[in-house]
């Protein structure tokens, strides 16, 4: 069991940044990839972005590529969303998970790839 408890969400005006955090408990974090959702009010949950268990692979959707990045400390069992040039496009709920297989099997755009979700965060962008 892994639990997942994410912060740094909030307003911010366009063009603003945000840090967001997810915190890991429980089971062993640096095994897994770890991804971030988004959801925004009447739209699915989509993919932002994805990291390899080690750090050091990293994609993103197309729609926040070149100013959102994704980082990991194992040793604080904590991975991060640093969004920058926010847009108000940006809101949404954002959710951290655990993926249940390697990253470089090229799955972790999918939901059904992630076994433990955080309870999500808000991020709201004024224009």
């Known amino acids: 069991q892994v639990h997942l408890i994410e912060s740094g969400g909030g307003l911010v005006q366009a063009g603003g940044s945000l840090k967001l955090s997810c915190a890991a408990s429980?089971?062993?974090?640096?095994?897994?990839?770890m991804g971030w959702f988004r959801q925004a009010p009447g739209k699915e949950r989509e993919f932002v972005g994805a990291?390899?268990?080690?750090?050091?692979?990293?994609d993103y959707a197309d729609s926040v590529k070149g100013r959102f990045t994704i980082s990991r400390d194992n040793a604080k069992n904590t991975v991060y969303l640093q969004m920058n040039s926010l847009k108000p496009e940006d809101t949404a709920v954002y959710y951290c998970?655990?993926?249940?297989?390697?990253?470089?099997?090229?799955?972790?755009?999918?939901?059904?790839?992630?076994?433990?979700w955080g309870q999500g965060t808000q991020v709201t962008v004024s224009s």
């Open positions: 998970a655990v993926g249940t297989s390697s990253y470089y099997r090229g799955r972790y755009y999918q939901e059904n790839e992630y076994a433990y």
């Open positions: 990291i390899s268990w080690g750090g050091g692979s990293t």
């Open positions: 429980g089971r062993t974090f640096s095994w897994y990839t």
